[in-house]
């Protein structure tokens, strides 16, 4: 059963592209704070880089349980339990005393997160109807998530400036009351689709998943073991759910051809994408000696060449235009790392930030609609969970990986050499779409 599109699509899909816009901001926007927070609650490196891993883990393993509560509770009224959540710890992480509460607020919002974002893609979905509407409205829904991972650098740096390392986390709670004030006024509220919850899949799936994260970013072989173990039970579940006619945790039919690879290349997607964002300003300050303020300023061309190329995506024929795209990041990537280490950034990194920012646009946009090309409408809350997953634990896991590679290099030549494996990633998930996608769409 689908929602009636409001009279007022706008103003609608600006209060649901706030709220993705809060969800990836929330991604960035501690890393520039990480030195500040360090000093302010001394932390050492190790617990450190746990203020980052509690959201991204908690985000990326929960999305599905999100996805799905959506669907059977109702997207507006899972998107706002989210909300609430959200803001709450954020407000909680700005307030934290000590490491351990702030790790725990991260993890609670990383929670939040995982609910209110799936159920706001789907509302989207089903406030607009498959057509050009739908296509304006993911090619939006691209240009603020681009346009957030790049605020995240700018305001973090601003934000830690003048008030401190709690501001980047308080900075949200208005945003998010405002985003959540003007959804539940302006969309109506969804019938539940029904069913159930498999809590018994959503834990072995939520444990499977921060089980092969954690061993990537820990060296963890234990843990690796235990993902696969998980995922494989998750799995075998799933599938004698679906036979018996029960409600597994992802239908049969949510695994069709097109969107399982769109979701795989979305992850592969996400690897380089919070890769680049991460990478970038770590060079910009630790190489080229640029300050946290100016780093994030010029984050400002990346953030508006992939807002434009969102913006734009919808016009362009599906696939040529996703391969391109795709190789384009991978050209933008490959001529970040000839950057000199006495480059300057109008010389040797203006000109890939545009290009992998436009690659990334596009390919955003397209593989986010064919993740739900089919999808039922009320399947849209756990499609949206799905094509969620699939970018924030492949950028979990593709971050381990570029470190791991950036650490087996000393100095400048670490970060030429995670910029070239992004590349490498982003050339082969062209190649990727160009064998998978029907040449017709």
Do not use: K
Not at 142 to 165: F, I, M, R
Not at 276 to 291: A, D, E, R, S, T
């Amino acid at each position: 059963m689908s929602v009636p599109r409001p009279p007022r699509g706008g103003p609608v899909l600006a209060a649901l592209a706030t709220a993705q816009f809060l969800v990836v901001l929330s991604t960035s926007i501690v890393n520039v704070a990480l030195p500040s927070v360090a000093a302010g609650l001394d932390l050492p490196p190790a617990a450190l880089s746990w203020v980052v891993n509690a959201y991204v883990l908690a985000f990326g393993a929960l999305l599905l349980v999100g996805g799905r509560l959506a669907d059977v509770l109702g997207r507006r009224r899972t998107f706002a339990a989210g909300m609430t959540l959200f803001a709450v710890a954020s407000l909680a992480a700005g307030l934290a005393p000590n490491a351990a509460l702030l790790v725990a607020a991260r993890a609670a919002q990383g929670a939040g997160a995982a609910l209110l974002a799936p159920a706001a893609l789907g509302l989207v979905l089903l406030v607009f109807p498959p057509g050009p509407g739908r296509g304006r409205a993911l090619g939006v829904w691209g240009a603020v998530s681009g346009a957030g991972g790049a605020a995240g650098v700018l305001l973090g740096g601003l934000l830690t400036d003048l008030w401190g390392w709690p501001a980047v986390f308080h900075v949200t709670v208005p945003l998010a009351a405002a985003s959540l004030a003007a959804t539940l006024a302006l969309v109506p509220a969804d019938p539940p689709a029904g069913g159930s919850v498999d809590w018994t899949g959503a834990v072995s799936a939520t444990g499977g998943l921060v089980g092969l994260v954690y061993a990537v970013t820990a060296g963890n072989a234990a843990a690796g073991l235990a993902g696969v173990l998980l995922l494989g039970a998750f799995a075998l579940r799933q599938r004698r759910l679906g036979r018996s006619a029960r409600d597994p945790l992802v239908p049969s039919r949510l695994l069709r051809r097109g969107p399982v690879t769109a979701n795989l290349a979305m992850a592969l997607l996400g690897a380089v994408w919070i890769g680049l964002f991460y990478y970038l300003p770590l060079y910009q300050q630790n190489v080229l000696g640029h300050g946290p303020l100016e780093a994030g300023l010029t984050q400002l061309p990346l953030a508006g060449a992939i807002t434009l190329a969102s913006a734009v995506a919808p016009r362009l024929p599906v696939r040529a235009s996703l391969v391109a795209a795709l190789a384009a990041l991978a050209a933008g990537l490959a001529w970040l790392a000839r950057a000199p280490a006495d480059g300057t950034f109008p010389a040797d990194l203006l000109g890939p930030s545009l290009l992998a920012g436009a690659g990334i646009g596009i390919a955003f946009v397209h593989l986010t609609g064919l993740s739900a090309r089919g999808v039922a409408p009320a399947d849209s809350g756990l499609a949206g969970g799905l094509v969620n997953t699939a970018r924030q634990l492949g950028g979990a896991v593709g971050l381990a990986a570029l470190t791991a590679v950036a650490a087996g290099h000393a100095g400048p030549a670490g970060y030429r050499a995670a910029f070239l494996t992004a590349a490498a990633i982003a050339a082969l998930t062209s190649l990727f779409t160009l064998t998978t996608t029907r040449s017709t769409s």
